[in-house]
């Protein structure tokens, strides 16, 4: 054991232990359990908000409308919906919920800052799986500052809810798909409705003016108004109707109450809750309201909840995760340790250790000074914040007239002239057309005339009326703003819909008394976002600055090292003719950088150029483009040598570079078709070029000069493919993605010029060597070799299958994570990530595991590309990302050699030749990449299921591989 825990080797078992932690990590991430719950077999009821009971189970909305439970009377979790999500990236809050004999419906909404972004109701099974959309608004603009779907019930198979508009309420009734809407009349509906509730041809609209009224056919009946007699001090909030008989909560007097429908007057059924909601249950009379501190159900069936035990699937999960962790805290100290056993046995040369000390002496110096600035500037900014809230909150005190806060006092008071007054006031000091007043809010708070009790009344956005009561906290703050004059200061405000960093100030009477006070502050999250944005940009620009400095010092000293080799070569006069490296060298990582400047967002600017073909398919057909780019440069592939015989290499290369630059120049025009000529066009220049400098170097007559010059190919391709993705990345973040092209195009141009001087230098050179290395070979025809189950089996089974990841790196991720948000700067970080890992791991991987799993390592390679999918699958954000593109670029740094080394020496392939079979070869792994953005359109959004199927494949071709070919593999040492 010691032997291996301090061994500089990398063992068999370090392999295992490499899978064991990704196992461990990717389980975790899938069963990840808050810590705070970790050790916990129960769940607390917080923030809880609404309560339905349907057929003895309870469904309740709490944790600031971020959750929905669903347990039964004695107190045990079914399950719970944490943070729904339609399209997996988006947070919806939920405002109400339905409960069928089938299905659970919420209501749900998007907010942008202090502003609807759209609204939904969603539709699960009685298991909490969501299932659909069952409708959805989309809101644009500055006016949707709160929810308008209100009264989920269900009729005789249809789900019935009610719209509050600008002048109507639109009742919808859908059924089957379709949509039936009845409009009642109802002046400034989407303001004045406080709550509404359907109960069969029924609608009860509860106003914010304490009027409560009943519509049949569009006529209206007034059941209840807080004018009458004994009334006036009633605050309604929301209401639940059952049999015609209305119930009603008010947070004034902290009860619920039933309405006496014969004298319009209230008959108290609780006192002393807090509950903003009553609801009756479904199978009796009791009534459920929702407490801070839990569920009190009243009435038959008295029972009171405050902690529910947790699920027997959370159960599990919760120890399933505390297993894993504790498992991979271990196996990650171990690997960590072999990790740097590992590392400090490497030696490194001066061309190794001088981009690493430079990139880490700047990495440190980038750090500090960014670190610095960056706190710098976000004290001086949330300064800046400060300075305007407050000057909003004095703009909006200093206009308050002291008759409109003293007047309002009842809840009939709502658009009373005086309530309009102080709306009028706080709208003016809040443009919403500025972004920053998006994610602020304004409120007007009092004391009671005991200054025992605080309350609000009148809020910017009008989703409560004229009184709200405030909390502990607040009503502390407006406490000490009345005793000292002062402005008050939170940094931490509280509720249900956030954090706010906030600002209390005076306003004063006439003879300077403070009567009231204005609340003004800004979403603290929001704020938070935008920096941390921000850091985030400055951070992928210094990681960006780092990799462009390493990629080109260590391109920069190799060619220096190299342009000083070829002048020693000419003094002393080795060989014939001395061949410039160097030059192939910058000519190869010019054409790879041209190449991959647009691979950070190209499939992403072909999906958004889609348009015609909107619809399931459009992923699909986005990666067309790709695919026939991919295609075309396999048949160049093919064709490369017959047309480099024919036309020489100046010629092909001139030609090369004229088509990559025009079909560069297409792709300026922003068309779909035009992208998939202009990528047609790219692929033949591309394709040509490349192969016809692969081919070019197999003319050299000098073996050992010809190595080098492989070497060289393999290295300064890898470079270029960094830096084009990193220079691409960069423009198309700092100016624009069409640029890009200008800029690729502009290299190809002045490739034209370099490339054909560098043929036409190398022309001698390469001239007597071109006859004898293209001579016909009749050992054996193509198609006999490629049908021999050998190698037809290799292709199929383990060479395409491999090949396809790629696409994930170069198709999947861009898409994704544009789609989640990213610029492309990110994304070119990410696709660098994965190249670097494969870079630097390199040669010395492929041999450890060719020693230590022989032709076994074919099948390495696949599983570590499967689980690194998997891992994205189990976690579909950036940090999933992350780790599959590491995981992938370990694979990648000794898949593509272990499976050309294995395809050489099957018997097949050297009987064919092996220099007619890597044609072949490249031919057949172009079409497995051409594959791949066709199969990667398709896993877009797709589900767990339709992933994992696909996994399932994949190591299934390799199991078919291994049960037909498993007598001729060969075992490492």
Same mark, same amino acid.
């Given at each position: 054991?010691?032997?291996?825990?301090?061994?500089?080797?990398?063992?068999?078992?370090?392999?295992?232990?490499?899978?064991?932690?990704?196992?461990?990590?990717?389980?975790?991430?899938?069963?990840?359990?808050?810590?705070?719950?970790?050790?916990?077999?129960?769940?607390?009821?917080?923030?809880?908000?609404?309560?339905?009971?349907?057929?003895?189970?309870?469904?309740?909305?709490?944790?600031?409308?971020?959750?929905?439970?669903?347990?039964?009377?004695?107190?045990?979790?079914?399950?719970?919906?944490?943070?729904?999500?339609?399209?997996?990236?988006?947070?919806?809050?939920?405002?109400?919920?339905?409960?069928?004999?089938?299905?659970?419906?919420?209501?749900?909404?998007?907010?942008?800052?202090?502003?609807?972004?759209?609204?939904?109701?969603?539709?699960?099974?009685?298991?909490?799986?969501?299932?659909?959309?069952?409708?959805?608004?989309?809101?644009?603009?500055?006016?949707?500052?709160?929810?308008?779907?209100?009264?989920?019930?269900?009729?005789?198979?249809?789900?019935?809810?009610?719209?509050?508009?600008?002048?109507?309420?639109?009742?919808?009734?859908?059924?089957?798909?379709?949509?039936?809407?009845?409009?009642?009349?109802?002046?400034?509906?989407?303001?004045?409705?406080?709550?509404?509730?359907?109960?069969?041809?029924?609608?009860?609209?509860?106003?914010?003016?304490?009027?409560?009224?009943?519509?049949?056919?569009?006529?209206?009946?007034?059941?209840?108004?807080?004018?009458?007699?004994?009334?006036?001090?009633?605050?309604?909030?929301?209401?639940?109707?059952?049999?015609?008989?209305?119930?009603?909560?008010?947070?004034?007097?902290?009860?619920?109450?039933?309405?006496?429908?014969?004298?319009?007057?209230?008959?108290?059924?609780?006192?002393?809750?807090?509950?903003?909601?009553?609801?009756?249950?479904?199978?009796?009379?009791?009534?459920?309201?929702?407490?801070?501190?839990?569920?009190?159900?009243?009435?038959?069936?008295?029972?009171?909840?405050?902690?529910?035990?947790?699920?027997?699937?959370?159960?599990?999960?919760?120890?399933?995760?505390?297993?894993?962790?504790?498992?991979?805290?271990?196996?990650?100290?171990?690997?960590?340790?072999?990790?740097?056993?590992?590392?400090?046995?490497?030696?490194?040369?001066?061309?190794?250790?001088?981009?690493?000390?430079?990139?880490?002496?700047?990495?440190?110096?980038?750090?500090?000074?960014?670190?610095?600035?960056?706190?710098?500037?976000?004290?001086?900014?949330?300064?800046?914040?400060?300075?305007?809230?407050?000057?909003?909150?004095?703009?909006?005190?200093?206009?308050?007239?002291?008759?409109?806060?003293?007047?309002?006092?009842?809840?009939?008071?709502?658009?009373?002239?005086?309530?309009?007054?102080?709306?009028?006031?706080?709208?003016?000091?809040?443009?919403?057309?500025?972004?920053?007043?998006?994610?602020?809010?304004?409120?007007?708070?009092?004391?009671?005339?005991?200054?025992?009790?605080?309350?609000?009344?009148?809020?910017?956005?009008?989703?409560?009326?004229?009184?709200?009561?405030?909390?502990?906290?607040?009503?502390?703050?407006?406490?000490?703003?009345?005793?000292?004059?002062?402005?008050?200061?939170?940094?931490?405000?509280?509720?249900?819909?956030?954090?706010?960093?906030?600002?209390?100030?005076?306003?004063?009477?006439?003879?300077?008394?403070?009567?009231?006070?204005?609340?003004?502050?800004?979403?603290?999250?929001?704020?938070?976002?935008?920096?941390?944005?921000?850091?985030?940009?400055?951070?992928?620009?210094?990681?960006?600055?780092?990799?462009?400095?390493?990629?080109?010092?260590?391109?920069?000293?190799?060619?220096?090292?190299?342009?000083?080799?070829?002048?020693?070569?000419?003094?002393?006069?080795?060989?014939?003719?001395?061949?410039?490296?160097?030059?192939?060298?910058?000519?190869?990582?010019?054409?790879?950088?041209?190449?991959?400047?647009?691979?950070?967002?190209?499939?992403?600017?072909?999906?958004?150029?889609?348009?015609?073909?909107?619809?399931?398919?459009? %992923?699909? !057909? =986005?990666?067309?483009?790709?695919?026939?780019?991919? /295609? &075309?440069?396999?048949? +160049?592939?093919?064709? $490369?040598?017959?047309?480099?015989?024919?036309?020489?290499?100046?010629?092909?290369?001139?030609?090369?570079?004229?088509?990559?630059?025009?079909?560069?120049?297409?792709?300026?025009?922003?068309?779909?078709?035009?992208?998939?000529?202009?990528?047609?066009?790219?692929?033949?220049?591309?394709?040509?070029?490349?192969?016809?400098?692969?081919?070019?170097?197999?003319?050299?007559?000098?073996?050992?000069?010809?190595?080098?010059?492989?070497?060289?190919?393999?290295?300064?391709?890898?470079?270029?493919?960094?830096?084009?993705?990193?220079?691409? %990345?960069? !423009? =198309?973040?700092?100016?624009?993605?069409?640029?890009? /092209? &200008?800029?690729?195009? +502009?290299?190809?141009? $002045?490739?034209?010029?370099?490339?054909?001087?560098?043929?036409?230098?190398?022309?001698?050179?390469?001239?007597?060597?071109?006859?004898?290395?293209?001579?016909?070979?009749?050992?054996?025809?193509?198609?006999?070799?490629?049908?021999?189950?050998?190698?037809?089996?290799?292709?199929?089974?383990?060479?395409?299958?491999?090949?396809?990841?790629?696409?994930?790196?170069?198709?999947?991720?861009?898409?994704?994570?544009?789609?989640?948000?990213?610029?492309?700067?990110?994304?070119?970080?990410?696709?660098?990530?994965?190249?670097?890992?494969?870079?630097?791991?390199?040669?010395?991987?492929?041999?450890?595991?060719?020693?230590?799993?022989?032709?076994?390592?074919?099948?390495?390679?696949?599983?570590?590309?499967?689980?690194?999918?998997?891992?994205?699958?189990?976690?579909?954000?950036?940090?999933?990302?992350?780790?599959?593109?590491?995981?992938?670029?370990?694979?990648?740094?000794?898949?593509?050699?272990?499976?050309?080394?294995?395809?050489?020496?099957?018997?097949?392939?050297?009987?064919?030749?092996?220099?007619?079979?890597?044609?072949?070869?490249?031919?057949?792994?172009?079409?497995?990449?051409?594959?791949?953005?066709?199969?990667?359109?398709?896993?877009?959004?797709?589900?767990?299921?339709?992933?994992?199927?696909?996994?399932?494949?994949?190591?299934?071709?390799?199991?078919?591989?291994?049960?037909?070919?498993?007598?001729?593999?060969?075992?490492?040492?």
């Amino acid at each position: 054991m010691k032997d291996y825990l301090f061994s500089h080797k990398t063992r068999k078992a370090d392999i295992l232990l490499m899978f064991v932690v990704g196992l461990l990590l990717m389980i975790c991430l899938h069963f990840r359990v808050p810590i705070a719950e970790v050790f916990s077999k129960t769940k607390e009821i917080s923030l809880g908000y609404i309560t339905r009971e349907y057929k003895g189970l309870y469904y309740v909305i709490d944790n600031g409308h971020s959750r929905i439970m669903c347990f039964d009377s004695d107190g045990k979790e079914r399950y719970s919906i944490v943070d729904p999500s339609d399209n997996g990236s988006s947070i919806l809050y939920i405002d109400d919920c339905l409960i069928t004999d089938e299905n659970l419906y919420l209501s749900v909404s998007e907010w942008d800052g202090m502003l609807l972004a759209r609204e939904l109701v969603m539709k699960y099974d009685l298991d909490g799986n969501y299932i659909e959309n069952v409708t959805q608004n989309i809101y644009d603009g500055y006016q949707n500052n709160k929810h308008s779907f209100y009264g989920l019930t269900e009729d005789q198979g249809a789900l019935m809810f009610g719209e509050c508009m600008a002048d109507s309420v639109l009742i919808h009734r859908i059924k089957d798909g379709m949509d039936e809407e009845k409009r009642i009349p109802y002046p400034d509906a989407f303001d004045s409705v406080s709550d509404l509730v359907i109960e069969r041809d029924a609608v009860f609209i509860m106003d914010k003016n304490g009027q409560i009224n009943r519509f049949e056919k569009n006529t209206p009946e007034l059941i209840y108004t807080t004018d009458g007699e004994n009334e006036e001090n009633r605050i309604p909030f929301c209401m639940d109707v059952k049999n015609g008989e209305v119930y009603f909560t008010d947070i004034r007097n902290l009860e619920a109450v039933r309405i006496d429908g014969e004298d319009q007057k209230t008959i108290v059924m609780i006192e002393g809750t807090d509950s903003q909601t009553v609801t009756v249950c479904s199978e009796n009379d009791d009534l459920l309201v929702t407490n801070s501190d839990g569920i009190r159900r009243i009435g038959e069936n008295e029972a009171q909840f405050t902690e529910i035990r947790k699920s027997d699937a959370d159960l599990v999960r919760q120890y399933v995760f505390l297993g894993c962790s504790v498992l991979l805290f271990l196996a990650g100290i171990l690997f960590v340790l072999r990790l740097f056993m590992d590392v400090s046995g490497l030696r490194f040369n001066t061309a190794k250790s001088a981009p690493f000390t430079i990139v880490i002496v700047g990495a440190v110096i980038l750090a500090v000074l960014s670190t610095t600035l960056l706190n710098a500037f976000r004290d001086s900014y949330m300064d800046k914040i400060r300075e305007q809230l407050r000057a909003t909150a004095l703009i909006v005190s200093e206009s308050i007239d002291e008759a409109d806060v003293s007047n309002i006092k009842k809840a009939s008071d709502f658009n009373s002239e005086s309530y309009l007054n102080l709306i009028d006031r706080m709208e003016s000091a809040f443009p919403m057309n500025v972004d920053f007043y998006r994610t602020a809010y304004c409120n007007i708070l009092k004391l009671s005339e005991d200054r025992q009790t605080g309350y609000g009344i009148a809020y910017l956005d009008q989703s409560i009326g004229v009184y709200f009561p405030l909390d502990e906290v607040e009503y502390d703050e407006v406490r000490e703003v009345y005793d000292t004059g002062n402005a008050v200061w939170n940094d931490a405000v509280a509720d249900v819909t956030g954090t706010y960093l906030s600002v209390k100030v005076p306003v004063y009477s006439s003879d300077r008394n403070v009567i009231g006070a204005v609340a003004v502050g800004a979403d603290t999250y929001v704020v938070s976002d935008m920096i941390q944005q921000m850091q985030k940009d400055v951070l992928f620009s210094i990681v960006i600055i780092l990799l462009l400095l390493w990629v080109m010092t260590s391109e920069g000293l190799s060619f220096f090292y190299l342009i000083s080799r070829y002048r020693e070569k000419k003094i002393k006069k080795i060989g014939n003719a001395v061949v410039p490296v160097h030059l192939i060298r910058l000519l190869i990582v010019l054409v790879f950088t041209a190449f991959n400047m647009v691979s950070s967002f190209l499939p992403v600017y072909i999906l958004k150029r889609c348009e015609l073909f909107a619809g399931s398919y459009a %992923g699909l !057909i =986005a990666s067309l483009p790709l695919t026939v780019n991919i /295609f &075309v440069m396999g048949i +160049m592939s093919l064709v $490369s040598a017959k047309l480099v015989r024919r036309f020489g290499i100046k010629k092909i290369f001139m030609f090369a570079c004229l088509f990559a630059m025009a079909g560069n120049l297409t792709m300026l025009i922003p068309n779909y078709f035009t992208m998939v000529l202009g990528l047609l066009l790219d692929g033949i220049g591309v394709g040509l070029i490349s192969n016809s400098i692969y081919i070019m170097l197999t003319y050299l007559n000098d073996k050992q000069v010809r190595n080098e010059c492989l070497n060289n190919y393999n290295s300064a391709s890898l470079s270029g493919i960094n830096m084009g993705m990193l220079f691409g %990345g960069i !423009i =198309a973040t700092t100016l624009a993605q069409k640029y890009v /092209f &200008v800029f690729v195009a +502009m290299t190809w141009l $002045s490739l034209f010029f370099f490339a054909g001087f560098l043929a036409g230098k190398l022309q001698d050179i390469i001239a007597s060597d071109e006859n004898a290395e293209f001579t016909a070979d009749a050992r054996q025809n193509v198609s006999g070799f490629i049908f021999h189950k050998t190698i037809l089996s290799f292709f199929v089974l383990i060479q395409n299958p491999y090949i396809i990841f790629n696409s994930f790196v170069f198709y999947f991720v861009p898409v994704f994570a544009e789609s989640i948000g990213y610029n492309e700067t990110v994304i070119s970080v990410l696709l660098v990530l994965y190249s670097e890992v494969a870079v630097l791991l390199g040669s010395r991987v492929w041999d450890k595991t060719e020693k230590a799993f022989g032709d076994y390592a074919i099948y390495l390679a696949i599983g570590l590309n499967v689980v690194a999918f998997a891992i994205f699958a189990a976690q579909p954000e950036l940090i999933g990302i992350i780790i599959a593109l590491i995981v992938m670029g370990i694979s990648a740094s000794f898949g593509k050699p272990t499976h050309q080394s294995f395809f050489l020496r099957q018997k097949p392939t050297v009987e064919f030749g092996q220099d007619n079979a890597i044609g072949v070869y490249n031919f057949t792994e172009n079409i497995g990449e051409s594959l791949g953005p066709v199969i990667f359109s398709r896993l877009l959004g797709a589900g767990g299921v339709t992933n994992m199927s696909f996994l399932a494949c994949i190591s299934g071709l390799g199991l078919l591989h291994y049960i037909i070919n498993r007598k001729e593999l060969g075992h490492g040492k």
